[in-house]
């Protein structure tokens, strides 16, 4: 079974604070991504990467980067973390190809808190 | 932009079949989603639908109509424990395997 492994399931910070979400899969899938979720907005992702160094923005990138610097490991970095991204994040993976019912995995998701 | 409409809430009751439906207006189309969310975990895929038609699944089936840019999970046999959220997503051509999601349908089953 594929499987994503965020390493914090809560967290609270200051706002202010570098905060770190790590992400891992280990089924060497080519592609991770890292989503938002928010209530009666539904998920929306915020940026993913499709190779090792290698990143694109998604639909709302303001106020976070990311770093892969290895294949199965995918980092979501809040420069300086404020109230309004408080949040549900889930990372996600999945093989290259956009053909068939290549699906992406998800996560088990991490709360944060920004207080 | 890109817009996926679901109902937000949906309820019914156990043993019985509900259809959930979404409607989606984007700028390519390559494949048609659904996830089931239970309450604090990850979404899990279900379906999958590219071509006209229905998949069935066991319980689940999901239809599509690309030319309506329509779809629907239909859940039959209900248990308790679909009490859940269902995600409709769409992957869009040329974007990678991106997909954008719909807010979600959040299915209450009840005794």
């Known amino acids: 079974d594929v499987k994503v492994t965020q390493s914090s399931r809560y967290l609270v910070k200051r706002t202010g604070e570098k905060v770190f979400l790590e992400c891992v899969q280990d089924?060497?899938?080519?592609?991770m991504f890292w989503y938002r979720q928010d209530p009666g907005l539904g998920l929306r992702l915020i940026y993913f990467s499709y190779d090792v160094k290698m990143k694109e923005k998604g639909d709302i990138p303001e106020g976070y980067s990311v770093s892969r610097e290895k294949k199965e490991r995918f980092s979501l970095i809040l420069e300086s973390a404020s109230t309004n991204q408080t949040s549900m994040y889930l990372c996600?993976?999945?093989?290259?190809?956009?053909?068939?019912?290549?699906?992406?995995?998800f996560g088990e998701g991490s709360w944060l808190t920004v207080v | 932009g890109q817009n996926i409409d679901q109902p937000t809430e949906m309820t019914a009751t156990e043993g019985a079949i509900v259809q959930i439906n979404c409607t989606y207006q984007t700028s390519g189309f390559n494949g048609l989603f659904w996830y089931q969310q239970h309450a604090g975990e990850a979404p899990t895929f279900l379906s999958y639908?590219?071509?006209?038609g229905l998949e069935e699944k066991g319980r689940f089936s999901s239809f599509l109509s690309r030319s309506k840019g329509y779809s629907y999970l239909l859940l039959k046999e209900l248990q308790m424990k679909d009490s859940a959220s269902y995600l409709c997503?769409?992957?869009?051509?040329?974007?990678?395997?991106?997909?954008?999601f719909g807010t979600g349908t959040q299915l209450k089953v009840e005794l």
């Open positions: 997503a769409v992957r869009l051509t040329g974007g990678g395997n991106k997909l954008t």
């Open positions: 639908n590219v071509l006209d």
């Open positions: 996600a993976s999945s093989t290259l190809g956009q053909g068939g019912g290549n699906t992406i995995y």
């Open positions: 089924m060497d899938h080519e592609n």
